[in-house]
């Protein structure tokens, strides 16, 4: 059994992670001592106010207890195990408590939340040395209760190598806000570092794929993508020793300090808005250069047309009405739910969660996507189809069903420059995915549900028409009838305006004949 527990305070959070069912299959209140509220909001704060009366801060007190898989515990068990955890933590009888049971994949694991203020004495109990006590503790269920032994750093076989050290729970906490995956980023400098021979490969290896290395108190440091600092040593898994003598041959006087390093990236990140800034001003005056373009080409066709009263020429002939304009097809579900979005956000964070609480991810197009786009819709025009081309740079929507939308008038009721000029001044890009991994991402999330409704949801190597939805093809028809209509109204037929022309010149000829 592996027990994992600490102090905490934030009430919002842990109510909300308790009653996820969203990441568990089920989750469930299964007991709660001493404690008159009924919801877990309620509970929670009770236990929380119950510290105002006190120094302490960090009022509850959270273990999680997770047997091995295909491990069944009787509710006997589960009591023993909180009273041998209790004992070992120092938490009075009787103390109060909610159980709260999750269930995912087949695997049972629960989380108890204890009020850390003894009633009596109006005193925190202590929260120190946490891993070593639940460590022991257990130890000491799994031989009590004839559980499946966990390799830990206080238990392990003789000889045995000491297990890798997971992240600390406030790491995983900052990877879910600056959506760096600290297991995944582990991993990728482990790998890194097996493949370098010397600190300098190691460092420029580690430049290479973005991060920056820098001295800190306890030794040498790392820069993520979000500016956040690691232990070098700990994500490489092995101790400060080994990594000292590793980096041996790297000068620590021409590295940065972590404030330094800090500074850099914020320069880094400024220089990038204002890179961002420029290129959308760039499409902004392109786009204002089309306009005038084709207001100019209007004004000079007009020079040789003579107007002629509305809907009749000058031999006494009806012209000809253009037809009416095609009524724009119904918004497909995914585009509804973007100008939904939009028109209900007051800002570009608020905008993406309220898409990402959709199943809808935003992404930046980078310099591959943008190249393949141009291929894609190179080899659908040669089929007589159609497949978006996207611009590097360009901030698009993809949804649950890896549908990529360009945010434009159609999709947001923005023009499209506005649109990107709103969105790179209010959200930091160097946090958005390209669109080939945010596509990736979506693939992944249709297999962890099983594939339920997402039958269709092909891999990367189908033509861009194949999943392309019902909702992508009535939005491309809307933009394509407006663009016709469009060009129907600034560019006169040659053959027509020929005609017109000839009409003008022998006028005069054809009024006295008549």
Same mark, same amino acid.
């Given at each position: 059994?592996?027990?994992?527990?600490?102090?905490?305070?934030? /009430?919002?959070?842990?109510?909300?992670?308790? @009653?996820?069912?969203?990441?568990?299959?089920?989750?469930?209140?299964?007991?709660?001592?001493?404690?008159?509220?009924?919801?877990?909001?309620?509970?929670?704060?009770?236990?929380?106010?119950?510290?105002?009366? @006190?120094?302490?801060?960090?009022?509850?007190?959270?273990?999680?207890?997770?047997?091995?898989?295909?491990?069944?515990?009787?509710? /006997?068990?589960?009591?023993?195990?909180?009273?041998?955890?209790?004992?070992?933590?120092?938490? =009075?009888?009787?103390?109060?408590?909610?159980?709260? *049971?999750?269930?995912?994949?087949?695997?049972?694991?629960?989380?108890?939340?204890?009020?850390?203020?003894?009633?009596?004495?109006?005193?925190?109990?202590?929260?120190?040395?946490?891993?070593?006590?639940?460590?022991?503790?257990?130890?000491?269920? @799994?031989?009590?209760?004839?559980?499946?032994?966990?390799?830990?750093?206080?238990?392990?076989?003789?000889?045995?190598?000491?297990?890798?050290?997971?992240?600390?729970?406030?790491?995983?906490?900052?990877?879910?806000?600056?959506?760096?995956? /600290?297991?995944?980023?582990? +991993?990728?400098? !482990?790998?890194?570092?097996?493949?370098?021979?010397?600190?300098?490969?190691?460092?420029?290896?580690?430049?290479?794929?973005?991060?920056?290395?820098?001295?800190?108190?306890?030794?040498?440091?790392?820069?993520?993508?979000?500016?956040?600092?690691?232990?070098?040593?700990?994500?490489?898994?092995?101790?400060?020793?080994? &990594?000292? +003598?590793?980096?041996?041959?790297?000068?620590?006087? $021409?590295?940065?300090?972590?404030? !330094?390093?800090?500074?850099?990236?914020?320069?880094?990140?400024?220089?990038?808005?204002?890179?961002?800034?420029?290129?959308?001003?760039?499409?902004?005056?392109?786009?204002?250069?089309? *306009?005038?373009?084709?207001?100019?080409?209007?004004?000079?066709?007009?020079?040789?047309?003579?107007? !002629?009263?509305?809907?009749?020429?000058?031999?006494?002939?009806?012209?000809? !009405?253009? =037809?009416?304009?095609?009524?724009?097809?119904?918004?497909?579900?995914? +585009?509804?739910?973007?100008?939904?979005?939009?028109?209900?956000?007051?800002?570009?964070?608020?905008?993406?969660?309220?898409?990402?609480?959709?199943?809808?991810?935003?992404?930046?197009?980078?310099?591959?996507?943008?190249?393949?786009?141009?291929?894609?819709?190179?080899?659908?025009?040669?089929?007589?189809?159609?497949?978006?081309?996207?611009?590097?740079?360009? &901030?698009? $929507?993809?949804?649950?069903?890896?549908?990529?939308?360009?945010?434009?008038?159609?999709?947001?009721?923005?023009?499209?420059?506005?649109?990107?000029?709103?969105?790179?001044?209010?959200?930091?890009?160097?946090?958005?995915?390209?669109?080939?991994?945010?596509?990736?991402?979506?693939?992944?999330?249709?297999?962890?549900?099983?594939?339920?409704?997402?039958?269709?949801?092909?891999?990367?190597?189908?033509?861009? %028409?194949?999943?392309?939805?019902?909702? *992508?093809?009535?939005?491309?028809?809307?933009?394509?009838?407006?663009?016709?209509? *469009?060009?129907?109204?600034?560019?006169?037929?040659?053959?027509?305006?020929?005609?017109?022309?000839?009409?003008?010149? %022998?006028?005069?000829?054809?009024?006295?004949?008549?």
């Amino acid at each position: 059994m592996i027990i994992k527990g600490a102090s905490r305070r934030n /009430v919002k959070f842990w109510a909300k992670h308790l @009653t996820d069912t969203k990441k568990n299959d089920r989750a469930e209140m299964v007991d709660k001592r001493g404690l008159l509220s009924e919801n877990l909001t309620d509970m929670l704060h009770e236990i929380q106010d119950n510290a105002h009366l @006190t120094k302490c801060k960090n009022a509850m007190y959270i273990a999680s207890f997770s047997p091995a898989i295909g491990e069944k515990l009787t509710e /006997v068990d589960w009591e023993r195990a909180y009273e041998i955890f209790e004992k070992q933590r120092g938490i =009075p009888e009787g103390q109060r408590r909610i159980v709260y *049971e999750h269930e995912k994949e087949g695997r049972t694991h629960r989380h108890v939340v204890w009020d850390r203020i003894d009633a009596e004495k109006m005193k925190a109990f202590p929260d120190a040395h946490d891993w070593k006590i639940c460590a022991v503790a257990s130890q000491e269920i @799994t031989q009590e209760l004839g559980l499946q032994h966990t390799p830990g750093i206080l238990f392990r076989e003789p000889g045995a190598p000491r297990p890798e050290r997971n992240p600390k729970s406030w790491e995983m906490f900052r990877g879910m806000e600056s959506q760096i995956d /600290v297991q995944e980023l582990a +991993a990728d400098v !482990q790998a890194l570092h097996r493949q370098s021979k010397t600190g300098q490969q190691f460092k420029a290896a580690l430049e290479a794929h973005g991060f920056e290395l820098a001295t800190g108190k306890r030794g040498l440091l790392i820069l993520d993508n979000a500016g956040k600092e690691h232990s070098l040593a700990r994500r490489c898994g092995i101790t400060q020793k080994e &990594i000292n +003598a590793f980096m041996r041959d790297v000068d620590r006087e $021409a590295l940065p300090t972590l404030d !330094q390093a800090k500074e850099r990236y914020q320069d880094r990140k400024l220089a990038g808005l204002e890179a961002d800034r420029a290129t959308v001003a760039d499409e902004i005056k392109w786009h204002e250069a089309l *306009e005038q373009a084709a207001i100019a080409k209007e004004e000079k066709e007009r020079r040789f047309v003579e107007p !002629q009263p509305e809907g009749e020429t000058r031999a006494g002939q009806q012209q000809p !009405q253009p =037809p009416p304009p095609a009524p724009a097809p119904p918004l497909g579900r995914t +585009a509804g739910e973007i100008r939904l979005a939009h028109s209900r956000s007051d800002s570009a964070p608020s905008f993406a969660a309220a898409l990402a609480e959709k199943g809808i991810a935003l992404a930046i197009t980078t310099k591959e996507d943008a190249e393949k786009s141009r291929i894609a819709a190179a080899a659908a025009q040669e089929k007589g189809s159609y497949a978006p081309v996207y611009r590097e740079g360009e &901030i698009v $929507a993809v949804n649950d069903r890896a549908t990529v939308y360009r945010l434009n008038e159609s999709t947001t009721g923005s023009k499209f420059a506005d649109m990107q000029r709103y969105l790179r001044n209010g959200l930091d890009t160097s946090t958005l995915r390209s669109i080939e991994a945010t596509k990736e991402m979506m693939y992944d999330r249709a297999a962890e549900r099983g594939g339920r409704g997402f039958s269709n949801i092909s891999r990367p190597g189908m033509h861009e %028409q194949d999943i392309l939805d019902r909702a *992508e093809r009535m939005t491309i028809a809307n933009e394509t009838a407006a663009s016709t209509r *469009e060009r129907q109204r600034l560019v006169l037929d040659r053959a027509e305006r020929r005609t017109m022309e000839n009409e003008r010149a %022998q006028g005069p000829r054809n009024t006295r004949d008549s």
